[in-house]
């Protein structure tokens, strides 16, 4: 087996952990479904003896099958889940010390941009380059650089970096290595199994996979970190709540029968726009001619469900697109069961504008769902057959 990449390895395959990984059946009823545990307030037989429970910022048993799960997936030893994947990230960002240099890619998701940049760029100093470049992340070091924060595939770009090449780097600068997994989810790639200290995930996407919860997720190996994680996800306090663990629960249970669908369907629309004369590019890993494909091939077990592309006609095409089709409906976020459009530079990545992660006008994103992948076809052939020639 590929190194990194997620499967059987000791003990459960993927698809048995996500099902079962902590959610044994009920001890009390027999539930083979982990009940929601509402309660805020947990009593305790003496002063300061809790059942391991005692309130609900600190800790909770429907949140504790969540971590468990998504560690187990993520082949971690401690997860820690969080009220949105920003939550995540500020959480990760707060362990890094006053004064401290972190490098970031150059088309990374603009809300990761404005949360280093505005919240905690006072005390943070940051520095874009390309991450698929080894050589231009090593020279982007300095002496106070302590983090490296890769997103692979980025967003909205779809280019790739060799997590291992930079977690190597990392090690060498005394720097941790932080790997945004939400478009590869761990069914496709597991960033720790490459040398990643910090994996985080927007677990609105595709972990929960149906665009009705929101949630983050952190995933850890050493012991110290995973205490100062622990201590801000309580101290901080922004937790998801129980209802919201249980979605995210039930939605990893078929990720990765939707993961296959989606990397499937998304190989279809592909197809369809790489021989398209309206479409100037194509971005998404699976193509041999991705200058990242040769790594995603050895560090993914498949290419995702996120694809972009530039309009030829630029930014005028590109939004008489997104306001063509039907089946992709225009609307941000991603990695649900249902297709997406929109347009990064006005939507997801507005905050980005005139900073050096400024999205091309001309460029759309989809999601590729799970629908029909003909249907799909179909519905971005008509948009596109619909531009002037």
């Known amino acids: 087996m590929t190194p990194g990449r997620p499967g059987h390895g000791d003990g459960w395959g993927f698809e048995t952990t996500a099902i079962r990984a902590g959610q044994d059946p009920d001890p009390t009823t027999g539930a083979v479904v982990p009940p929601i545990s509402l309660a805020t307030t947990f009593a305790q037989p ?56 972190v490098v970031l890619g150059d088309d990374a998701y603009g809300g990761t941009w404005r949360l280093l940049s505005k ?35 980025s967003n909205p770009l779809l280019s790739i970096t060799d997590i291992a090449a930079v977690a190597d780097l990392c090690r060498r600068h005394d720097a941790r290595c932080v790997v945004d997994n939400t478009f590869a989810t761990p069914y496709l790639q597991r960033p720790l199994s490459l040398g990643a200290d910090v994996v985080v995930h927007s677990t609105t996407k595709y972990l929960g996979g149906h665009s009705d919860v929101l ?122 069961v249902e297709s997406l459009i929109e347009h990064p530079a006005r939507m997801t990545h507005a905050s980005a504008a005139g900073s050096t992660l400024a999205v091309d006008p001309g ?10 992948a003909g249907d799909l076809v179909d519905d971005l052939r008509r948009a596109l057959d619909s531009l002037p020639r």
């Open 46 to 101: 003496a002063v300061g003896q809790p059942l391991g429970y005692e309130y609900s910022r600190s800790g909770n048993p429907t949140r504790s099958a969540l971590e468990e799960c998504l560690a187990a997936l993520e082949g971690a030893t401690t997860g820690l889940a969080f009220a949105s994947g920003l939550s995540a990230e500020d959480a990760v960002l707060r362990t890094v010390p006053d004064g401290s240099h």
């Open 215 to 336: 949630g983050g997720f952190v995933a850890v190996d050493d012991a110290e970190l995973a205490e100062q994680l622990r201590f801000l996800q309580n101290a901080a306090g922004a937790v998801p709540g129980p209802f919201d663990c249980y979605l995210v629960l039930r939605g990893v249970k078929t990720l990765a029968v939707r993961m296959d669908r989606h990397c499937a369907n998304a190989a279809a629309v592909v197809d369809l726009l790489a021989g398209h004369p309206a479409v100037s590019s194509v971005l998404w890993p699976g193509l041999a001619t991705h200058p990242g494909h040769a790594v995603a091939a050895a560090q993914m077990r498949d290419f995702g469900g996120m694809v972009s592309f530039l309009c030829a006609g630029g930014e005028p095409a590109a939004l008489a697109v997104a306001q063509r089709t039907e089946l992709f409906t225009l609307a941000e976020s991603l990695g649900a």
């Open 363 to 372: 460029l759309l994103r989809l999601s590729v769902g799970i629908e029909t």
């Open 119 to 153: 919240v905690h760029g006072r005390r943070l100093r940051v520095t874009t380059c390309a991450l698929d470049n080894v050589r231009a992340v090593e020279e982007a070091f300095t002496a106070a650089t302590r983090m490296v924060w890769l997103e692979t595939p």
